[in-house]
């Protein structure tokens, strides 16, 4: 695994942790315990990896993961994210970041009836 594929991973792993933060580990949504499916895990990814893409030599290797968990929070408007945070953090590519998470569009978890979790 390359150096750039690690960061990529820590990246990518720190935004499903903030999926199951926001919807899946939420005991008042439908989707408290479930799973993500395999084909919603495979979408987040790359979503993920096209943000990644562009804008990883922005990013300082000790910020990664805050980067993973602010590009869930700020493409789904949750009141936090990458226009949250200081210049210390982010060199002042906030609203860079923000701009490109937003261009993602946002996602919606919800609960199918084969009882996984699915983003739409």
């Not at 910020?63 to 590009?71: L, N, R, S, T, V």
């Amino acid at each position: 695994m390359t150096y750039d594929d690690q960061n990529f991973a820590k990246f990518a792993n720190a935004m499903f942790e903030a999926i199951a933060f926001t919807d899946l580990d939420c005991p008042d949504c439908e989707t408290y315990g479930a799973e993500l499916s395999e084909e919603s895990k495979a979408k987040m990814e790359r979503d993920a990896l096209k943000f990644w893409t562009r804008c990883k030599h922005l990013i300082d290797p000790y910020a990664i993961e805050q980067a993973g968990h602010d590009f869930w929070l700020t493409r789904n408007g949750h009141g936090a994210g990458f226009w949250d945070r200081s210049d210390d953090t982010y060199f002042g590519y906030q609203d860079f970041f923000t701009k490109i998470s937003e261009m993602h569009g946002e996602v919606y978890i919800y609960l199918g009836d084969d009882g996984f979790a699915h983003a739409e």
